[in-house]
């Protein structure tokens, strides 16, 4: 799992859900974002299931890029309740030294 799952999974599809959701745009691709943010969200899971980190078990940049809209995921009304090994992960990541918070719905 790497930046490129990040550019070509990821972000185009919980990055634009969240959107289009904070913004309520009528966008009729939302229900697609939204299962291919699910299908992300999935590989995430599984990927996490059993690794700390997303690369040789240590804090990378593929884990700064991930958790950037993952920790926001609510804001494109996604439920992670299901998503155990990636909320444990998001709190991981938020444990880091000089972890800041990304800003709210203000997209």
Partial sequence: ????????NHEPNIAAARFQ?????????LPEKTAGSYRALDVMETHLATRTY???????IADIALYAYTHVADEANLDLGRYSAI??????????PRHI?????DV
Avoid: N, S
């Avoid at 690369?55 to 990378?60: A, K, L, M």
């Avoid at 909320?87 to 938020?94: E, T």
């Avoid at 918070?101 to 719905?105: A, H």
């Fill in 101 to 105: 918070e990304m800003p709210g719905v």
């Fill in 1 to 8: 799992m790497d930046v490129f799952f990040e550019q070509y």
């Fill in 87 to 96: 909320r444990a992960w998001l709190a991981r990541v938020k444990a880091q």
């Fill in 21 to 29: 959701f904070v913004k309520h745009l009528d966008d009729p691709r």
């Fill in 54 to 60: 997303f690369v040789d078990e240590q804090y990378t």
